[in-house]
């Protein structure tokens, strides 16, 4: 901890970089989980930091950001679940365009989608090592889609040495 001048209390952090990109991701899908995990690999290439942190975070209300495994049985089963979580069918009154003031004119019903992103994460943030995301064995980074399919915009920050 430093102390400037007038005795305030600074936090001393050490020299580093910080290097962002947008990523594109066209999903196919209502609701599906896509593996970015290479992707954002590349863009921490490109950034020639080795170690530090990567941020990963959805520009979007209703796409998510998670850390899982790719297997395809598991990813029906997260599918199902948020699908019960907030069915697609039933009435949510943000899907009330008579009631919303401002409603774009290409506005979606998508209720189910805003209450299913609720039980996600917008980001994540992984620790680097060697210039590579710490991800365990049967670790992945996810583009949680829905409300597709869409084109989607992922802010990816890289942050250290």
Avoid: K
Avoid at 35 to 52: F, L, N, P, Q, Y
Avoid at 114 to 137: D, N, V
Wanted: aromatic fraction near 4%; charged fraction near 25%; proline fraction near 4%.
């Amino acid at each position: 901890m430093i102390r400037d001048r007038t005795g305030a209390r600074a936090m001393w952090s050490p020299p580093g970089h910080c290097h962002r990109e947008e990523i594109e991701v066209r999903t196919r899908a209502a609701l599906e989980f896509v593996d970015v995990t290479t992707r954002v690999a590349e863009v921490v290439e490109r950034s020639g930091i080795a170690e530090g942190l990567v941020s990963v975070q959805s520009m979007h209300t209703t796409a998510a950001v998670v850390v899982n495994e790719n297997e395809p049985l598991l990813l029906a089963d997260l599918r199902a679940a948020l699908e019960r979580v907030a069915p697609r069918h039933l009435s949510y009154r943000h899907d009330d365009f008579a009631q919303r003031a401002a409603v774009a004119p290409d506005e979606p019903a998508n209720g189910h989608a805003h209450c299913q992103a609720l039980f996600l994460r917008a980001s994540e943030t992984l620790a680097l090592a060697r210039g590579r995301a710490c991800l365990g064995r049967w670790q992945r980074l996810f583009l949680v889609e829905l409300d597709g399919p869409r084109t989607r915009t992922l802010s990816v920050t890289v942050l250290g040495t």
